[in-house]
């Protein structure tokens, strides 16, 4: 028996999620005390690639939400840059606007006039 199919090692829920035990693990030996050490190694490198699994899952969730925080910082970053456009546009409009009553205005006119 392996000691993926150890029954006191990995809960049935464990087994069904990862059907597949790693590779190189020796198999338990109870009774003797090296089959003790063994058996002791073998959980502790279970152990260590169960860490190692449970961190590149973790990397890939997290790589997947800092996606989604990019895709919202661009959709915010368009729209800032059109509201931006916008209002130089106003802008401009308002300035062509003052100008245009400023050089039409009777106070201009007559103060080009006066000697």
């Given at each position: 028996?392996?000691?993926?199919?150890?029954?006191?090692?990995?809960?049935?829920?464990?087994?069904?999620?990862?059907?597949?035990?790693p590779?190189?693990?020796?198999?338990?030996?109870?009774?003797?005390?090296?089959?003790?050490?063994?058996?002791?190694?073998?959980?502790?490198?279970?152990?260590?690639?169960?860490?190692?699994t449970?961190?590149?899952?973790?990397?890939?969730?997290?790589?997947?939400?800092?996606?989604?925080?990019?895709?919202?910082?661009?959709?915010?970053?368009?729209?800032?840059?059109?509201?931006?456009?916008?209002?130089?546009?106003?802008?401009?409009?308002?300035?062509?606007?003052?100008?245009?009553?400023?050089?039409?205005?009777?106070?201009?006119?007559?103060?080009?006039?006066q000697?």
């Amino acid at each position: 028996m392996g000691p993926w199919d150890h029954p006191n090692l990995l809960s049935p829920c464990y087994q069904e999620c990862c059907p597949a035990p790693p590779s190189g693990l020796p198999p338990i030996i109870s009774g003797s005390p090296k089959g003790r050490l063994v058996s002791a190694d073998s959980l502790l490198k279970l152990v260590s690639e169960l860490k190692q699994t449970a961190i590149f899952s973790g990397f890939a969730s997290l790589n997947d939400h800092v996606e989604q925080r990019i895709d919202e910082f661009n959709q915010q970053a368009e729209k800032t840059d059109r509201l931006l456009a916008k209002i130089g546009e106003e802008a401009a409009a308002s300035l062509k606007e003052l100008e245009s009553h400023y050089y039409s205005s009777a106070l201009r006119t007559s103060q080009l006039h006066q000697p």
